[in-house]
């Protein structure tokens, strides 16, 4: 049963079949396409599972159907649509005496319809099912003239041929009779029932609006989770998959968790493809969750869908998911570089706030870019609450494992015992075993020892209809070279088995699977593969579908691979070539783009499509539009960015001038009436610009976006705006244009009383007037921060007011004022968390120590900087420190230490292209140099850091140096 957390809603229709022809075919044509949508809008995936729709005859309808049927009402609960008319249905002659042992209930229901079996197993026998199961009774009036035979249940002329009229007769009495009967039923049961539609079109208007009930009532407007959630689901999905049937691994819980009592290095687990890696650390972290439950377990298996692999979007999960988990404020860069920087200080911030236990799982499937499997994106050392577990087969990643000295356990094969467990475990599930020489010859064989070639020989082994031939089934799986060998036989039966009524059935469906970047749903599966602009009859579908169970993954309606050696099977089987594997993204291309809109589905799989397709014209077409760039700004702006590196490095497009435009609509005052969007779009353009580094193309949208918006009177998106502008101002050094813009915002922010942005605003202008030596003005400004920020409650705003104000006393030599608020901050920012602010106010209060001749506690507070800068991996608060404790011990003559600090901050200056702190290193060098004694050295040194200034235009810097060299020249 779907539980509410899936997002999904798979709905099974029960309905007899001549006579409902019509209202079937409205259903699907009409109503579920408008649920479909509906859901869509929600986050959530709908199909319906209608085994008649499609089908040309009553007897391939229902003959060899039955278990199939009941099989898929129990994966469609509790959803399930029961319409009757005047026809019973069709009675199966004999019940399978395998099916009947698997659903003993059937026993008491012989010479029943296969209809009323669907209603009694998906609805009658199951009380759950009371709030989403619905019935259809139609008018018996309603029935058009002259086609009794169709619409009213009749003798059916082979009953005349083999039985005579009379017996005929009494036979078609008696379903009249049961018919009767389950309709009562159903009326007595209280189930959600309406009576006497009177057409198809009647029909089609009360599902659709009990349906729209129960979708409004379960998935409300708002309800659509967000990215991260979808994947954290996904996942989760994932890691229960692999708890089904689990043998072996067991024996090596004891060893991760001695590992983590013991070390703290991460561990890897390494072994053969199939060998039971993704399961034993979905099996162990679900397990350890339940026993920790104050441990945050956060799992993330690679290879899941063909986007689980980008290292930077896994960070962007890692630390989404933490900041949930842990309350934890800031922005998570757009920049991959950034991003990668800033994940060592997530990681020690959460571990701040509690025990973190991250699971990694398949390294070597990670996307080979950026340094991607060399595991670059990994921090070099973990924080003390954080423990870390990976696994990874041989390859790069493996390589970078062991050059990092991280521990390792490999996992071995499974031993006789456990094989032997492991096929009675498997086989229990559909009520089969083997005998003593089978299951003798399969566990004795060594290749069988890997558990996914055991599950897809059992997998076959199971479903094979003829225990005669059993021996020779297996004696073909044994023979095979590989897994993937074994998986083109399993491709090969299915041909064989499911492609009489449609040619070419498995190759479409699988590589249409192989071909998708987060799976396809059922719908779009059944589109894909079906023919002439109809989608592939439920009937066709779900035999196949069953048969693969054990092969494809489901969540949230989507379905992917289990394995990504299915992916590498398909690949060989089926798509051997360049031109083949890139035609099957451009069909899958040419179904998402013919979607109206731009619905979540089409923004995440076209342009990825239009990538792995090479059609870098579409793709420039597809990035250049404006609907499409306002929904994937929406849904993920990181995509975004991602599409553009990849087009510009593969093509001769490029991002400047690509939303020209856009500009050119400006010229059309109706549209911009029209389309109250298009402020924020420009608005949204000029942020992509500016975060992609582009800031003049950013500040010429910000200028057409500034004058709509005064045209129009959009305040609120004027203010936001300007303070664009002036931020870029300000980094372009056009501090007096950036002022002029933020007092404008200022005003609007009065007016409109929104003390947020007025605290916020303030900051940023004190900043400017301190820089321009207006100290008094500035720390005016800063205090009205601080009140404002105190009467809202935001206590992040109080203590960057209270350091900023420290500053200011600070410069203007006030150091026991200044000394005061920093303490207060300091008191503050632990309160808080703010591991960025601390390391910060700790620098500030070592130098104001060291100038009071505190050399002891000033070098205390800058080790305790350097010890946070560390775990946090900010290289630019590590130079900072390292260069503040080489001045201390150059104070206190301890020349050699000093230099060694000097030249490490040197080191991490070049390293982050830090040039005003380079140019510091080499004066505090040249002036150590000077010290000792060492003239030419030290005068070379700072002659180094002059020219390197003014090639900067560090013009103050510059000065300072001048007067030194004047002095020892």
Same mark, same amino acid.
């Given at each position: 049963?779907?539980?509410?957390?899936?997002?999904?809603?798979?709905?099974?229709?029960?309905?007899?079949?001549?006579?409902?022809?019509?209202?079937?075919?409205?259903?699907?044509?009409?109503?579920?396409?408008?649920?479909?949508?509906?859901?869509?809008?929600?986050?959530?995936?709908?199909?319906?599972?209608?085994?008649?729709?499609?089908?040309?005859?009553?007897?391939?309808?229902?003959?060899?159907?039955?278990?199939?049927?009941?099989?898929?009402?129990?994966? &469609?609960?509790?959803?399930?649509?029961?319409? +009757?008319?005047?026809?019973?249905?069709?009675?199966?002659?004999?019940?399978?005496?395998?099916?009947?042992?698997?659903?003993?209930?059937?026993?008491?229901?012989?010479?029943?319809?296969?209809?009323?079996?669907?209603?009694?197993?998906?609805?009658?026998?199951?009380?759950?099912?009371?709030?989403?199961?619905?019935?259809?009774?139609?008018?018996?009036?309603?029935?058009?003239?002259?086609?009794?035979?169709?619409?009213?249940?009749?003798?059916?002329?082979?009953?005349?041929?083999?039985?005579?009229?009379?017996?005929?007769?009494?036979?078609?009495?008696?379903?009249?009779?049961?018919?009767?009967?389950?309709?009562?039923?159903?009326?007595?049961?209280?189930?959600?029932?309406?009576?006497?539609?009177?057409?198809?079109?009647?029909?089609?208007?009360?599902?659709?609006?009990?349906?729209?009930?129960?979708?409004?009532?379960?998935?409300?407007?708002?309800?659509?989770?967000?990215?991260?959630?979808?994947?954290?689901?996904?996942?989760?999905?994932?890691?229960?998959?692999?708890?089904?049937?689990?043998?072996?691994?067991?024996?090596?819980?004891?060893?991760?968790?001695?590992? +983590?009592?013991?070390?703290?290095?991460?561990?890897?687990?390494?072994?053969?493809?199939?060998?039971?890696?993704?399961?034993?650390?979905?099996?162990?972290?679900?397990?350890?969750?339940?026993?920790?439950?104050?441990?945050?377990?956060?799992?993330?298996?690679?290879?899941?869908?063909?986007?689980?692999?980008? @290292?930077?979007? #896994? !960070?962007?999960?890692?630390?989404?998911?933490?900041?949930?988990?842990?309350?934890?404020?800031?922005?998570?860069?757009?920049?991959?570089?950034?991003?990668?920087?800033?994940?060592?200080?997530?990681?020690?911030?959460?571990?701040?706030?509690?025990?973190?236990?991250?699971?990694?799982?398949?390294?070597?499937?990670?996307?080979?870019?950026?340094?991607?499997?060399?595991?670059? @994106?990994?921090?070099?050392?973990?924080?003390?609450?954080?423990?870390?577990?990976?696994?990874?087969?041989?390859?790069?990643? +493996?390589?970078?494992?062991?050059?990092?000295?991280?521990?390792?356990?490999? !996992?071995?094969?499974?031993?006789?015992?456990?094989?032997?467990?492991?096929?009675?475990?498997?086989? =229990?599930?559909?009520?089969?075993?083997?005998?003593?020489?089978?299951?003798?010859?399969?566990?004795?064989?060594?290749?069988?020892?890997?558990?996914?070639?055991? $599950?897809?020989?059992?997998?076959?082994?199971?479903?094979?209809?003829?225990?005669?031939?059993?021996?020779?089934?297996?004696?073909?799986?044994?023979?095979?070279?590989?897994?993937? %060998?074994?998986?083109?036989?399993?491709?090969?039966?299915?041909?064989?088995?499911?492609?009489?009524?449609?040619?070419?059935?498995?190759?479409?469906?699988?590589?249409?699977?192989?071909?998708?970047?987060?799976?396809?749903?059922?719908?779009?599966?059944?589109?894909?593969?079906?023919?002439?602009?109809?989608?592939?009859?439920?009937?066709? @579908?779900?035999?196949?579908?069953?048969?693969?169970?054990?092969?494809?993954?489901?969540?949230?309606?989507?379905?992917?691979?289990?394995?990504?050696?299915?992916?590498?099977?398909?690949?060989?089987?089926?798509?051997?070539?360049?031109?083949?594997?890139?035609?099957?993204?451009?069909?899958?291309?040419?179904?998402?783009?013919?979607? %109206?809109?731009?619905?979540?589905?089409?923004?995440?799989?076209?342009?990825?499509?239009?990538?792995?397709?090479?059609?870098?014209?579409?793709?420039?077409?597809?990035?250049?539009?404006?609907?499409?760039?306002?929904?994937?700004?929406?849904?993920?702006?990181?995509?975004?960015?991602?599409?553009?590196?990849?087009?510009?490095?593969?093509?001769?497009?490029?991002?400047?001038? =690509?939303?020209?435009?856009?500009?050119?609509?400006?010229?059309?005052?109706?549209?911009?009436?029209?389309?109250?969007?298009?402020?924020?779009?420009?608005?949204?353009?000029?942020?992509?610009?500016?975060?992609?580094?582009?800031?003049?193309?950013?500040? $010429?949208?910000?200028?057409?976006?500034?004058?709509?918006?005064?045209?129009?009177?959009?305040?609120?998106?004027?203010?936001?705006?300007?303070?664009?502008?002036?931020? #870029?101002?300000?980094?372009?050094?056009?501090?007096?244009?950036?002022?002029?813009?933020?007092?404008?915002?200022?005003?609007?922010?009065?007016?409109?009383?929104?003390?947020?942005?007025?605290?916020?605003?303030?900051? #940023?202008?004190? +900043? #400017?007037?301190?820089?321009?030596?207006?100290?008094?003005? *500035?720390?005016?400004?800063?205090?009205?921060?601080?009140?404002?920020?105190?009467?809202?409650?935001?206590?992040?705003?109080?203590?960057?007011?209270?350091?900023?104000?420290?500053?200011?006393?600070?410069?203007?030599?006030?150091?026991?004022? *200044?000394?005061?608020?920093?303490?207060?901050?300091?008191?503050?920012? $632990?309160?808080?968390?703010?591991?960025?602010?601390?390391?910060?106010?700790?620098?500030?209060?070592?130098?104001?120590?060291?100038?009071?001749?505190?050399?002891?506690?000033?070098? %205390?507070?800058?080790?305790?900087?350097?010890?946070? &800068?560390?775990?946090?991996?900010?290289? %630019?608060?590590?130079?900072?420190?390292?260069?503040?404790?080489?001045?201390?011990?150059?104070?206190?003559?301890?020349?050699?230490?000093?230099?060694?600090?000097?030249?490490?901050?040197?080191?991490? &200056?070049?390293?982050?292209?830090?040039?005003?702190?380079?140019?510091?290193?080499?004066?505090?060098?040249?002036?150590?140099?000077?010290?000792?004694?060492?003239?030419?050295?030290?005068?070379?040194?700072?002659?180094?850091?002059?020219?390197?200034?003014?090639?900067?235009?560090?013009?103050?810097?510059?000065?300072?140096?001048?007067?030194?060299?004047?002095?020892?020249?």
């Amino acid at each position: 049963m779907h539980e509410n957390n899936s997002r999904q809603i798979r709905i099974f229709i029960s309905s007899t079949f001549l006579d409902m022809q019509r209202e079937r075919d409205y259903l699907v044509k009409f109503t579920f396409p408008q649920l479909r949508k509906l859901c869509e809008e929600r986050g959530v995936t709908w199909s319906e599972v209608d085994l008649r729709w499609g089908i040309t005859s009553e007897q391939s309808a229902e003959d060899q159907v039955l278990p199939i049927c009941l099989e898929e009402i129990q994966r &469609c609960k509790p959803y399930f649509i029961g319409i +009757l008319g005047e026809r019973y249905g069709w009675i199966p002659q004999v019940i399978d005496p395998a099916l009947m042992d698997r659903e003993p209930w059937l026993a008491e229901q012989i010479d029943h319809s296969v209809t009323e079996l669907e209603i009694l197993h998906g609805v009658l026998n199951n009380p759950e099912m009371a709030k989403r199961a619905f019935f259809y009774f139609r008018d018996p009036g309603a029935i058009p003239g002259g086609q009794e035979n169709v619409f009213l249940e009749m003798p059916l002329q082979e009953e005349v041929d083999r039985f005579g009229k009379e017996e005929a007769w009494k036979r078609t009495e008696s379903r009249r009779k049961k018919l009767t009967a389950l309709k009562s039923k159903i009326r007595r049961s209280g189930l959600p029932l309406k009576e006497n539609f009177n057409s198809p079109q009647q029909l089609g208007e009360w599902v659709l609006q009990d349906l729209t009930g129960i979708i409004e009532q379960m998935y409300p407007a708002g309800s659509q989770p967000t990215p991260l959630q979808r994947v954290i689901r996904e996942q989760e999905t994932f890691a229960e998959s692999r708890t089904r049937v689990y043998v072996g691994g067991e024996r090596y819980f004891k060893q991760i968790e001695e590992h +983590l009592a013991q070390k703290h290095v991460p561990l890897a687990l390494t072994g053969e493809p199939g060998i039971g890696k993704s399961a034993l650390l979905a099996n162990w972290g679900l397990q350890y969750r339940r026993t920790h439950q104050d441990v945050k377990v956060l799992m993330h298996f690679i290879g899941t869908n063909t986007a689980s692999g980008d @290292w930077a979007a #896994i !960070l962007r999960r890692i630390i989404g998911e933490l900041q949930d988990h842990f309350g934890l404020e800031g922005e998570i860069p757009e920049d991959v570089n950034a991003l990668r920087e800033a994940f060592p200080g997530w990681l020690y911030r959460a571990g701040c706030k509690g025990k973190v236990v991250l699971i990694l799982d398949a390294l070597n499937q990670l996307e080979d870019k950026q340094g991607a499997q060399e595991l670059t @994106w990994l921090p070099a050392e973990f924080p003390q609450n954080v423990w870390v577990i990976l696994s990874t087969t041989t390859g790069k990643a +493996l390589d970078a494992v062991k050059e990092r000295g991280y521990s390792i356990l490999t !996992l071995e094969p499974l031993a006789l015992q456990e094989r032997e467990e492991f096929v009675r475990k498997f086989l =229990a599930q559909y009520s089969k075993q083997l005998n003593v020489q089978q299951l003798k010859r399969i566990v004795g064989n060594e290749k069988i020892s890997n558990p996914l070639a055991l $599950r897809i020989l059992l997998d076959e082994l199971r479903q094979f209809g003829s225990y005669t031939r059993l021996d020779e089934i297996i004696q073909t799986f044994l023979d095979a070279e590989s897994i993937i %060998e074994m998986l083109e036989l399993v491709f090969e039966r299915c041909e064989n088995d499911f492609e009489t009524e449609r040619p070419g059935l498995v190759k479409d469906l699988l590589c249409s699977i192989w071909g998708a970047r987060q799976g396809l749903s059922e719908a779009e599966l059944l589109d894909l593969v079906g023919k002439n602009g109809e989608p592939l009859a439920q009937g066709i @579908w779900s035999p196949l579908h069953l048969a693969l169970s054990e092969s494809l993954l489901e969540h949230n309606g989507f379905i992917h691979f289990s394995h990504d050696y299915f992916r590498q099977a398909v690949e060989k089987h089926y798509l051997s070539t360049q031109s083949e594997r890139e035609s099957v993204h451009h069909r899958l291309a040419d179904y998402f783009q013919s979607m %109206e809109g731009y619905p979540g589905r089409k923004v995440v799989e076209l342009p990825w499509q239009y990538q792995q397709a090479k059609d870098w014209a579409e793709l420039y077409r597809l990035l250049t539009d404006a609907d499409y760039f306002q929904a994937q700004w929406s849904l993920d702006r990181y995509e975004l960015y991602a599409f553009w590196v990849v087009l510009e490095a593969n093509a001769d497009f490029h991002r400047e001038k =690509a939303y020209d435009g856009f500009l050119e609509k400006l010229n059309d005052p109706v549209h911009l009436l029209l389309n109250s969007k298009f402020t924020l779009l420009l608005g949204e353009i000029s942020v992509f610009f500016r975060n992609t580094g582009c800031t003049e193309d950013s500040m $010429r949208f910000l200028k057409e976006q500034e004058k709509v918006c005064r045209d129009l009177g959009k305040r609120e998106e004027l203010s936001v705006c300007l303070e664009n502008q002036a931020l #870029i101002l300000r980094e372009w050094g056009r501090l007096e244009e950036a002022m002029r813009l933020l007092k404008d915002q200022e005003q609007i922010y009065r007016e409109m009383g929104n003390q947020e942005g007025i605290q916020r605003l303030l900051g #940023i202008q004190a +900043l #400017i007037l301190h820089s321009w030596g207006r100290f008094d003005e *500035a720390m005016q400004m800063q205090r009205e921060k601080e009140r404002i920020c105190r009467v809202l409650g935001n206590r992040d705003g109080i203590q960057v007011a209270l350091g900023n104000q420290a500053l200011i006393l600070k410069t203007n030599g006030k150091l026991e004022d *200044a000394m005061r608020l920093y303490k207060e901050q300091e008191l503050m920012c $632990r309160e808080l968390g703010n591991q960025d602010a601390i390391q910060k106010n700790l620098g500030n209060q070592g130098l104001i120590l060291n100038i009071w001749g505190r050399h002891e506690e000033a070098m %205390e507070k800058q080790k305790e900087k350097e010890s946070i &800068c560390r775990k946090l991996g900010d290289l %630019e608060g590590i130079q900072s420190a390292l260069g503040n404790e080489a001045v201390i011990l150059q104070a206190k003559r301890n020349f050699d230490e000093a230099m060694r600090l000097s030249k490490e901050k040197e080191k991490i &200056c070049l390293q982050i292209k830090n040039f005003d702190g380079l140019c510091t290193a080499w004066v505090y060098q040249g002036s150590i140099h000077l010290m000792m004694g060492h003239k030419e050295i030290g005068l070379s040194l700072l002659r180094k850091a002059y020219e390197q200034a003014c090639q900067h235009q560090f013009t103050a810097m510059a000065a300072k140096i001048k007067v030194m060299l004047d002095k020892f020249s």
